[in-house]
């Protein structure tokens, strides 16, 4: 929850400047001044960097060279490690060859010709023909050569019998022929628009698979390219290095690098370059070997530190871009720092005490110490506190915030007024520590029940 303070109780001196001596009753009263007020809301905050980028293997191999140690400096470009990868340049080589494949110019579509039975009673039974003349002739002629003159009559007139069956049955089956043929064609004929129909569809269909299997052959080839290219691990912008095992959860980007081993060989994998830092990895130095996922590097961007703070739901409404703020350090006693609202969160997060708190982002301004010296600069993840001065009053009418009575939804002062206590509502503005500032039911000089407010009744004598 967060805890508003205000301007230093010094003010409330000025204020309370000719105030009566603290009576029997307990009763003090004092006078409504012009005073400087300030609302100041505190949140807890955490210190955090431009940007941090972790950067993993993409595929699994061994890391042959390392170019930066622990806090190391690096520009945008400069070359950070570098990873050799049978693995992946392999499944570059068998991506490229599918891309290959896929391109390659398909098979000519074979012509569609109707089967028809035209020529069946022409050519196709004249060499028939032609077979079976010689073979009666050389059975007639097997047949006069036999001594029995009784059975070679009765072998010839067989003979004879049988060529006139052929012929019978020759011409009976032609005309069988030439009807089979009429009907099958005029069937064809009724088909052929159908069937036009129906294989042009089935081309359409057979091109667009090609066109979607080159689309994917390229797509893979280049997946594949930049898992080899990503073997070079690079600096995505100016920043400090960090080895290895980085800060944060990022159990899911491991998982990930371990299913990637689990796709079908030939399929080209990457793993995420980029993003929050993960948690775990392997030690790193030159000849270890790498996963897929694995963490590498972090490069942090320290340029312009930021500051995360959890504004309580009674505040946050209180709180606009270019709100002014001074950040104390836990690990810088002593010092404080400037800072301004660049922007406030709408996504709500839990709070211990049931309620809510919403995150404001804040620019991190120069420090200094109480003496005057400077303050160092902190790094991203230290812990802080923030106060946001939410309201300002330069010249306020202000009374202290112990004369002020909440009854109801209204907020009360005790006045006097001809010695005897007068119940005034009045409207607040800026609400410190110490002085609230009044902006409606009171006047410059009016005297006000300061102390044992709370305590007082309509139409008291005061003293």
């Known amino acids: 929850m967060t805890i508003r303070r205000g301007i230093p109780p010094l003010l409330v001196v000025l204020v309370l400047a000719g105030c009566t001596t603290e009576e029997p009753s307990g009763i003090q009263l004092g006078a409504a001044r012009r005073a400087p007020v300030s609302e100041v809301v505190e949140a807890p905050a955490t210190i955090g960097a431009r940007a941090a980028a972790t950067l993993r293997a993409p595929a699994a191999g061994t890391l042959t060279k390392l170019h930066v140690r622990d806090g190391d400096t690096v520009a945008k470009g400069d070359v950070l490690a570098k990873i050799s990868s049978p693995e992946a340049k392999g499944r570059l080589s068998q991506a490229r060859r599918a891309e290959r494949l896929a391109s390659a110019p398909s098979a000519p579509r074979p012509a569609f010709a109707a089967p028809t039975l035209r020529g069946l009673d022409g050519r196709a039974f004249a060499g028939l023909d032609r077979k079976v003349s010689r073979d009666f002739a050389r059975a007639r002629s097997a047949a006069r050569e036999v001594g029995d003159a009784t059975a070679r009559k009765r072998l010839i007139a067989a003979i004879d019998l049988a060529e006139r069956r052929h012929r019978a049955q020759r011409a009976a089956l032609g005309a069988i022929t030439k009807d089979l043929t009429r009907s099958v064609n005029g069937v064809l004929s009724q088909l052929t628009g159908q069937l036009s129909t129906g294989l042009g569809s089935l081309t359409s269909s057979m091109a667009s698979l090609q066109a979607a299997s080159r689309s994917q052959a390229k797509a893979a080839v280049k997946t594949a390219e930049s898992v080899v290219k990503g073997l070079t691990i690079k600096a995505p912008f100016d920043g400090v290095v960090t080895l290895g095992r980085s800060s944060g959860g990022g159990g899911a980007t491991d998982a990930l690098g371990g299913l990637l081993g ?87 997060m839990a709070g211990t005490t049931g309620g809510v708190s919403y995150p404001v982002r804040l620019t991190l301004g120069a420090g200094r110490f109480d003496d005057g010296r400077k303050a160092p600069a902190p790094k991203p993840g230290m812990s802080a506190v923030a106060r946001l001065t939410v309201r300002e009053s330069p010249s306020a009418l202000a009374v202290p915030a112990s004369a002020v009575v909440t009854s109801g939804r209204d907020s009360v002062v005790w006045a006097v007024r001809g010695g005897a206590a007068e119940r005034r509502v009045v409207r607040l503005g800026a609400q410190g520590d110490a002085l609230v500032e009044v902006l409606t039911g009171l006047s410059e000089g009016e005297q006000v029940v300061v102390k044992g407010a709370d305590a007082v009744r309509q139409g008291q004598k005061l003293p």
Do not use: M, N
Request: charged content about 15%.
């Open 262 to 348: 689990r796709l079908p060989a030939g399929l080209p994998t990457q793993a995420p370059q980029g993003g929050e830092a993960s948690g775990g990895g392997p030690s790193v130095a030159t000849g270890v070997p790498v996963s897929a996922g694995d963490t590498i590097v972090t490069v942090t961007d320290i340029s312009e530190l930021t500051i995360s703070a959890d504004v309580d739901e009674t505040d946050v409404l209180l709180v606009e871009r270019g709100t002014a703020a001074r950040i104390e350090l836990d690990a810088v006693p002593g010092a404080t720092y400037t800072a301004k609202v660049t922007g406030v969160g709408v996504t709500p």
